[in-house]
């Protein structure tokens, strides 16, 4: 019977064993979830939770304080999440916390997070709606980042693209191997040449009206020598001697590239390699040819204004017929 | 109760006068399309010793597995002190087998229990509410019987084969039945020792008085421990009597069993 | 008769044997007389005697399983996770399972060894013929004793495999036991817990069901015993493992998990 009393008890302190891990295990389980312990319900409503479910962590402040109790669907739009919050925080919460859903880590589950608001507030009661934040969801910013991918995809893909039809386009290089490039450079020279001669004898229009004015001449003379309107002619002037500049500047690097080409093709090296390497050049250019068109367009714009102005409408007039009467003798050479 | 000489089963037979303490009358028992018994009648008259002869495989250790309950028969009745066994409930059926021991041809003593405990075990079991000094007086005086006191706290497995059929009859023995089955006594058992056994079963049988079932195919053991002797060929009882009766029979399927 | 007939039928009877046998398990074990001095004595042998290689078994398989996991959790840079990680798998698979395993193992060959034996020397004719319904004695006693203790075990052996886990983490890093604690509990649910505790019963009543049927019907020799033996862990195993499908369904079905 000793035998007996030995293994019985042998076997008690077994089971009690297992059972004692099992309730252990079941009490921690239980705690977690505020199973045990007094709560109170606080509730929350969202557009979208996201994935929380009933047995979420609710943390305020980062502290775990309760679980999510269930998820309620309101109407279409709106979904209520009730949550199990230990009492003793009733002390610490108000009611303009503001509750936004989570994540615990990178990967991990959702949580509830309430953070507080430095406004003051009463302290929540149970049952109370907390505000809500929507907060910057893992998910949209993966969906950002795929549209930012998607565009470029796109982007690489035309990139790509327009690479392999500079490759293939046998016309492309046609044209950036084509001898007659640099005549057509010197004939655009020629037609800025020209045109800042013209320029230079219109600067010198100008000066011939101006001093025109200033001597009286004409019939409204006293008027014009307002020296408002004066002002506004030195300005033209101005403006016109730098387009003048500008034109000078744009010869000058028309015919230094021209200078290029004409060694590069001399050398037997491809005029269009000169061009695309020169790239500061192309950008001069470009530059000077912007700033040329501007300058005669605001030139243009001035003379058209002045031969409209009443005052200097019979001046241009006279000026027109000499011009008539000089050219006859000319054409008759 | 009947007397011997109202049982049309056994004519003309010399038996000792007593109260019949079993009868079998037409029982059958097959498995499947193998008939192993086909209207087989005995009877057992108190005090008697009757030895069922037969090949292996003959159906003896159906017939008393037949008669303990162990087996339902298909056909004809098993009547032990009056009751029909096949007809039986549990708790009836319990009350004869307190009644009736069987010693098994394994022995069948428990593995996992000592000595001792083998033979409490049919004690507790029938519910028969005893103080422990008592059980103790028991187990010791059915092993004074069969000689073994000395095992008692000992396990079946660190016996020898002799010592283990000994402690088998001591616990057949401790509930004092009036019938003792013995399947097959002397198998796996040396001469020597087969022949110590056979004593054994004599000398309880005087001792208590009981009346015995042997199934047995040993000769040495017909001879020695028959006061009657059935044998059963194909199913059923082929002849009855004494052993030289028998061993005296000029029939060749007799004959077959005295050479 | 069973080497002619095709295996198939073969299989059949022996499942409709089986089937019988478990109805008149159900049909008995809750009638008198009640065999509870055998049945304490089965859990003792049963539930305390397999506790230090259900012991063995759950602290290796705790500590390896960490070490294992290891590696791929810092490949995904969530190391952290490890205790979370290896806690569940234990509770929820690994325990419940390896231990069933284990204990089919040790207890399914012994229950299909020991009655086998009994059947073939006639220790249960013996037992029926001495007032005792052997069914209820061995068969009853032991089948309850491997449904109720095997859950314990589970306890202990998910304790303990906790415990062989926690040891795994400290290997390579430093983790105070009470952040394992924290970490490992902070992540189970009753849905990890109860299922599995759950399909423990189960486990082990199909442990002492196949061991005893098995050895309850046991061919006559000595290779009878040894095959009732072999084939009630082959047949227990598969079984916890079909029992372990089932549970997962059952329990997804519930909503459990």
């Known amino acids: 019977m000793t035998r007996q009393f030995v293994s019985n008890s042998k076997l008690g302190v077994f089971v009690i064993a297992g059972m004692l891990f099992l309730i252990l295990l079941l009490y921690m389980i239980g705690k977690n979830e505020n199973m045990f312990g007094n709560t109170f319900r606080l509730r929350a409503q969202f557009g979208n939770v996201q994935g929380l479910t009933a047995g979420n962590n609710v943390r305020y402040a980062g502290i775990q304080v309760g679980t999510v109790k269930k998820v309620n669907i309101l109407n279409d739009t709106l979904i209520e999440v009730v949550m199990l919050i230990e009492t003793k925080m009733k002390q610490y919460i108000r009611k303009n916390a503001v509750v936004s859903i989570g994540t615990d880590g990178l990967m991990g589950n959702r949580v509830l997070n309430i953070s507080p608001s430095v406004k003051p507030a009463p302290l929540v009661e149970t049952n109370d709606i907390l505000p809500v934040k929507k907060t910057a969801e893992m998910d949209e910013m993966l969906q950002t980042l795929a549209r930012t991918n998607e565009d470029v995809a796109v982007i690489a893909t035309q990139l790509k693209n327009t690479v392999n039809r500079i490759n293939n386009s046998a016309a492309v290089w046609d044209i950036l191997n084509d001898k007659s490039l640099p005549q057509h450079f010197r004939a655009s020279l020629l037609n800025v040449r020209s045109a800042t001669a013209k320029t230079v004898r219109l600067v010198s229009d100008l000066q011939l009206l101006v001093s025109n004015v200033k001597e009286g001449k004409g019939s409204l003379g006293a008027i014009i020598s307002d020296s408002a309107l004066a002002l506004g002619l030195q300005e033209a002037i101005s403006r016109i001697s730098r387009v003048g500049e500008d034109a000078d500047s744009l010869a000058q690097v028309i015919s230094t590239l021209a200078g290029n080409i004409q060694y590069d093709i001399e050398n037997g090296r491809g005029p269009a390699r000169a061009i695309l390497k020169d790239s500061v050049l192309a950008e001069n250019l470009q530059l000077s040819i912007q700033n040329l068109q501007k300058g005669t367009e605001g030139f243009n714009a001035i003379m058209e204004a002045l031969k409209h102005n009443f005052l200097f409408r019979g001046y241009f007039r006279k000026l027109e017929k000499q011009k008539e009467k000089d050219k006859q003798p000319a054409r008759g050479q | ?259 | 008769m069973m080497v002619n007939t095709q295996n198939w039928k073969q299989w059949l009877e022996e499942a409709g044997e089986m089937s019988r046998f478990t109805g008149r398990f159900f049909s008995q074990w809750f009638r008198p007389r009640y065999e509870v001095t055998e049945f304490f004595r089965q859990c003792f042998i049963v539930g305390y005697r397999s506790l230090p290689l259900v012991g063995l078994t759950g602290f290796i398989m705790g500590l390896v399983l960490t070490l294992q996991l290891r590696p791929s959790l810092i490949d995904y840079g969530v190391e952290s996770q490890l205790p979370a990680m290896v806690g569940i798998a234990i509770v929820r698979e690994v325990g419940p399972v390896i231990t069933a395993l284990i204990f089919a193992g040790k207890i399914g060959s012994s229950i299909g060894a020991e009655l086998g034996s009994m059947k073939v020397t006639e220790q249960i004719d013996a037992m029926e013929v001495s007032g005792t319904n052997p069914f209820k004695y061995l068969v009853v006693t032991r089948v309850l004793a491997t449904t109720l203790m095997l859950p314990v075990l589970v306890m202990l052996g998910d304790a303990i495999s906790l415990y062989g886990s926690y040891l795994g983490v400290n290997i390579r890093g430093v983790t105070s036991f009470d952040l394992f604690w924290t970490q490992v509990f902070d992540n189970l649910s009753f849905g990890d817990v109860v299922p599995a505790f759950v399909k423990s019963f189960f486990f082990g009543f199909a442990v002492g069901m196949v061991g005893c049927f098995k050895g309850y019907h046991s061919h006559k020799g000595t290779e009878g015993v040894g095959r009732s033996a072999n084939s009630a862990v082959v047949l227990s195993s598969i079984l916890i493992f079909i029992i372990d499908l089932v549970a997962v369904q059952v329990t997804d079905i519930l909503g459990l998990n």
Do not use: W
């Open chain 2, 1 to 259: 109760m009947e007397t011997i000489q109202t049982l049309a089963v056994l004519p003309d037979m010399p038996v000792k006068a007593g109260e019949v303490v079993m009868r079998i009358t037409g029982l059958y028992k097959s498995f499947g399309d193998n008939h192993v018994l086909s209207d087989f009648n005995l009877g057992l008259l108190a005090g008697e010793n009757v030895v069922v002869l037969g090949k292996s495989g003959s159906g003896k250790s159906v017939l008393i597995k037949c008669i303990i309950g162990l087996l339902q028969p298909d056909g004809g009745t098993i009547e032990v002190f009056g009751k029909n066994i096949p007809d039986l409930g549990h708790l009836e059926l319990d009350q004869v087998r307190m009644k009736v021991g069987f010693l098994f041809q394994s022995n069948a003593l428990y593995d996992s229990m000592t000595v001792r405990e083998n033979l409490e075990f049919p004690l507790r079991r029938h519910s028969i509410r005893l103080p422990q000094e008592e059980v103790n007086e028991l187990v010791r005086h059915a092993l004074d019987d069969v000689g073994l006191v000395h095992t008692v706290d000992r396990m079946p497995a660190e016996l020898s084969g002799g010592m283990r059929k000994r402690i088998a009859l001591a616990r057949t023995l401790i509930l004092r039945p009036s019938i003792i089955l013995y399947d097959e006594p002397t198998t796996g058992l040396d001469p020597i020792t087969a022949k110590e056994i056979i004593g054994l079963m004599i000398e309880i049988q005087e001792k208590y008085g009981s009346s015995s079932l042997i199934i047995s195919h040993d000769m040495n053991c017909v001879r020695m421990a028959s006061d009657r002797v059935v044998m059963l060929i194909n199913g059923s009882c082929y002849a009855e009597g004494t052993y030289d009766e028998l061993k005296q029979s000029a029939d060749p399927e007799i004959k077959k069993f005295f050479e």
